[in-house]
């Protein structure tokens, strides 16, 4: 039986990715999360998240939102078209229960499922 968690290839874990989401990319934003994406070329879409200080001091809370970030991805990433994602958590999250949270990730991710593209649309008119 193979692992349900998130697989090291859909996951954003060099310095110059996240940089690279900063200088050009798409938003899309809610109450509690910002998302910052952009194409890439792995063929799948890959998850950065950047949980700061200011959304809660204690560590558990900023633990309790990632997990719930991955958790989300982990359940649509194969619906996503290819590209990088970075979630940042705003301070509204920390207060919030768990299926508030994904609630609103949900609706991100619908957001961002018109970016693939349409597979029987080509370059050729038939």
């Known amino acids: 039986m193979r692992a349900a968690g998130l697989p090291r290839e859909a996951r954003l874990r060099r310095a110059g990715d996240f940089a690279a989401l900063r200088q050009a990319s798409g938003r899309q934003g ?3 999360f910002s998302v910052r994406y952009r194409p890439n070329d792995h063929g799948h879409a890959r998850l950065g998240l950047a ?5 809660s001091k204690r560590a558990v809370e900023r633990n309790r939102i990632k997990r719930l970030v991955r958790e989300s991805f982990r ?6 078209p290819a590209i990088d994602l970075v979630v940042m ?3 509204q999250a920390a207060h919030l229960p768990g299926p508030e949270l994904l609630a609103e990730l ?6 961002l499922l ?9 370059t050729i008119a038939r």
């Open 30 to 32: 809610g109450r509690c």
């Open 51 to 55: 949980i700061s200080k200011r959304v």
């Open 75 to 80: 359940r649509i990433r194969h619906q996503l």
């Open 89 to 91: 958590a705003r301070e």
């Open 106 to 111: 949900d609706q991100l991710w619908r957001k």
């Open 114 to 122: 018109p970016l693939k593209p349409d597979p029987a649309a080509g």
